[in-house]
C-alpha cells in the first residue's frame, strides 16, 4: 500500500509564495508520475502541474511561469513551489501518484488535501 502525505499548506497574501510536499511511502517499485490537483467549492478537481519519471512537466495554463512542480526520488517526494499567488488559486490542493508497487500491481494514491488561501 502507498501512503501519501502532504504538507506546507497555509494562508498567503497575493503575491506570496509557499512550497508544497508530498511524500510516498509503502511498498513501492517505481513511481511513473506524481501530480498536483485542486479544488474549489463548487468547481471540479483540476489537474494543476505533474512530473514523469522521466521528468517531464505539465503545468495547467493559469499556473505556468508562477508554479514549479519538482522531485526528490531518493526520497520520493515531489513539491510544488508556487510563486506570485492570486485569490482563484485558493482551493484544496492534493498531491496524486501512480506506479508499481513491489508484487507489480498498479497503484493510484491520494493525498489527504492541504488548504491554500490566497487573502488580503
Known amino acids: 500500500q502507498v501512503e501519501l502525505v502532504e504538507s506546507g499548506g497555509g494562508l498567503v497574501q497575493p503575491g506570496g509564495s509557499l512550497r508544497l510536499s508530498c511524500a510516498a511511502s509503502?511498498?513501492?517499485?517505481?513511481?511513473?508520475?506524481m501530480g498536483w490537483y485542486r479544488q474549489s467549492p463548487g468547481k471540479q478537481r483540476e489537474l494543476v502541474a505533474r512530473?514523469?519519471?522521466?521528468?517531464?512537466?505539465n503545468y495547467l495554463d493559469s499556473v505556468k511561469g508562477r508554479f514549479t512542480i519538482s522531485r526528490d526520488n531518493a526520497k520520493n517526494t515531489v513539491y510544488l513551489q508556487m510563486n506570485s499567488l492570486k485569490p482563484e488559486d485558493t482551493a484544496v490542493y492534493y498531491c496524486?501518484?501512480?506506479?508499481?508497487?513491489?508484487?507489480?500491481?498498479?497503484?493510484?494514491?491520494w493525498g489527504q488535501g492541504t488548504q491554500v488561501t490566497v487573502s488580503s
Open positions: 509503502g511498498s513501492i517499485l517505481s513511481i511513473g508520475v
Open positions: 512530473i514523469t519519471s522521466g521528468g517531464l512537466t
Open positions: 496524486n501518484a501512480k506506479g508499481l508497487i513491489i508484487t507489480r500491481n498498479l497503484f493510484d494514491s
